[in-house]
T-cell receptor
Framework: QKEVEQNSGPLSVPEGAIASLNCTYS??????FFWYRQYSGKSPELIMF????GDKEDGRFTAQLNKASQYVSLLIRDSQPSDSATYLC???????????FGAGTRLFVKA | KAGVTQTPRYLIKTRGQQVTLSCSPI?????VSWYQQTPGQGLQFLFE???????NKGNFPGRFSGRQFSNSRSEMNVSTLELGDSALYLC????????????FGPGTRLTVL
């Protein structure tokens, strides 16, 4: 079992729709969770981080965390073609002093 | 505040050679992590440094090594290059270790011929 798992996609949604990206992790000791966006040929850029169970909203983005189910998700409302990218879920366990990344989900937003 | 910088941005080497990559973290950040990214394996953790000490290492052979200097700048070295070492090498910095957010540099694209 991979430490951080994501559906590789591609996930295709029409412009204006809600895109839902999911991630599961295996280490129950994980304490911080991140979503990064990576455009082709570029380095990952941080979208959001979440530490506590529940929802966290930032503009069109909402991160959801359920530690009991070991599940993290990212919702993108009013999706735009510029949101087309690979989205990486990352999980940090401070005891291990490392961050583990999922393989990423490719998102296509059709105009 | 300047972001994470990596040099060089592109590198072409031949098998058997060695290479050194450099990373300068964001000012004030003391933790530097290195990752290898390939299309097939995604982002793989190489190692993490904090205050000149390696705190963790990923599952890579001993040919991959790194160090961190007192000004938090970090270098990674790959000896006896193999074709499979061709990848994008990313450096990320954070304030410290633990729950801090990591910020990535632009990466060094290494091609081994």
């Amino acid at each position: 079992q991979k430490e951080v798992e994501q559906n590789s996609g591609p996930l295709s949604v029409p412009e204006g729709a809600i895109a839902s990206l999911n991630c599961t992790y295996s280490d129950r000791g994980s304490q911080s969770f991140f979503w990064y966006r990576q455009y082709s040929g570029k380095s990952p850029e941080l979208i959001m981080f979440i530490y506590s169970n529940g929802d966290k909203e930032d503009g069109r983005f909402t991160a959801q965390l359920n530690k009991a189910s070991q599940y993290v998700s990212l919702l993108i409302r009013d999706s735009q073609p510029s949101d087309s990218a690979t989205y990486l879920c990352a999980v940090n366990n401070p005891g291990g002093f490392k961050t583990i990344f999922g393989a990423g989900t490719r998102l296509f937003v059709k105009a | 505040k300047a972001g994470v910088t990596q040099t060089p941005r592109y590198l072409i080497k031949t098998r058997g050679q060695q290479v050194t990559l450099s990373c300068s973290p964001i000012s004030g950040h003391r933790s530097v992590s290195w990752y290898q990214q390939t299309p097939g394996q995604g982002l793989q953790f190489l190692f993490e440094y904090f205050s000149e000490t390696q705190r963790n290492k990923g599952n890579f052979p001993g040919r991959f090594s790194g160090r961190q200097f007192s000004n938090s700048r970090s270098e990674m070295n790959v000896s006896t290059l193999e074709l499979g070492d061709s990848a994008l090498y990313l450096c990320a910095s954070s304030l410290s270790t633990g729950t801090d957010t990591q910020y990535f540099g632009p990466g060094t694209r290494l091609t081994v011929l």
